[in-house]
């Protein structure tokens, strides 16, 4: 049994219904909330390991809630929409959302899910915890990006910027790996987990948030570049 706790959010009580079921058949802990305010509150009272959050929702939508939670928590955040727009996707994973997926979907696809990010959290706690403990130490330095894993700080020209859970892992792990080209399905896997079973243009999104952040020329990136055909590869300066 797990023990880790999933605050699920959806306005539909037969869709709450159905995920608590198959969250607790595979060992989770689940709250429940049905609009955007309760939500919020929840994230406050009970500390959830991760969250199942609907977009639209009553009293305060999903993308609000989730505003909202990323000024005070960078637990996992997995939308559920009934739209197939991709703005929808665009604009969520933008504003600090994990994944993200269309209604109907698979509970078991669902669940996949919920464990790799879950386990991919877990291992990110773990090295914060080394830091902590005064274990293993390490820093990349590129011209004008620096990368403090055991912190996890990022600068550009010497200023913090703020990363989601996903953009931080995203970066670690092609700049661990200089000029080594990756497709989309291998960046999918390293990062999001080989269950999570999802839609690949979600590494495209994260990418494009990533340069935003970290590149001077979004445009014409200097550290992440595309490999027309292939994928990505982080060039190290």
Known sequence: ???????????????????????????????TAGDGLSAI????????????????????????????????????ILFLSAKEDDMDKILGLGIGGDDYMTKPFSPVVLVAKVKAHLRRNRILQEK??????????????FTGLSIDMDSCVVKVENSQISL???????????????NHVFSVEQLFEAIWGEEALGDNRTVMVHISNLR???EQNPIEPKYIVTVRGLGYKFINL
């Not at 999903?62 to 505003?67: I, K, M, T, V, W």
């Open 164 to 178: 989601s859970t996903k953009e931080y892992q995203l970066l670690c792990f092609l700049a661990m790996r200089p």
């Open 41 to 76: 509150r929840l994230v406050d009272e009970c500390n959830p390991d991760m969250i199942i959050l609907d977009v639209m929702l009553p009293e305060l939508d999903g993308f609000e809630a989730c505003q909202m939670i990323r000024k005070k928590s960078d637990v996992p």
């Open 128 to 141: 914060k915890n080394d830091l902590a403990e005064g274990k293993s130490q390490k820093f990349l330095k």
């Open 212 to 214: 935003k952040k970290i």
């Open 1 to 31: 049994m797990s023990g880790k706790r999933v605050l699920v959010v959806d306005d539909d009580s037969d869709i709450r219904e159905v995920i608590q079921l198959y969250l607790k058949n595979n060992g989770y802990s689940v709250i």
